[in-house]
């Protein structure tokens, strides 16, 4: 294509499902999490988005994770409240990729993340760990 050439779509292929082509826009993506949307986030990937969380400077207070924003690995989502569920890799070392998982509510604010775990008895899991991950699945507050 020559550079005075402007590429151009016409309307019909503007309509097509980009997923099923195995396109998705990276800025809808970001978007959709800014707001809060993970419906539409879960749609344009194809699953739940998985918030990453560094252990290092995390601090564990009975069925509580409490994050400094820093600590997210990747994009967290718009603050709010979301209905999540925690995902702890048992045994990396083994090659077994199992996970522990417990539903949890995880709040997102400007300076940090915090986790409120449903049950007890899972702050176990995260001894040794470098990582969490956060499966957020619905905004249920703002």
């Known amino acids: 294509m020559d550079k ?17 082509t195995g396109q998705v826009s990276s800025t809808r993506v970001r978007k959709a999490l800014c707001a809060g949307d993970m419906q539409y986030v879960t749609e344009l990937l ?7 969380l560094s252990l290092d400077s995390c601090k ?3 069925n ?10 990747n994009q967290p989502p ?4 979301y209905h999540s569920k925690i995902c702890v890799r048992m045994d990396e070392n083994s090659g077994v990729s199992e996970e522990w998982t417990q539903s949890c509510d995880v709040k997102i604010c400007a300076e940090q993340i915090d986790v409120n775990v449903h049950g007890s ?10 990582y969490v991950g956060l499966d957020l699945q619905n905004r249920i507050s703002f």
Do not use: D, Y
């Open 121 to 130: 008895s899972w702050c176990t899991c995260l001894e040794g760990k470098i």
């Open 64 to 73: 509580s994770l409490v994050a400094p924003m820093s600590s997210a690995v």
């Open 46 to 52: 194809g699953h739940q988005h998985r918030l990453i």
């Open 60 to 62: 564990v207070k009975g």
């Open 78 to 81: 718009g603050e709010g409240i």
């Open 4 to 20: 005075s050439e402007k590429l151009t779509l016409l309307p019909e292929e503007m309509k097509g499902n980009h997923r099923e």
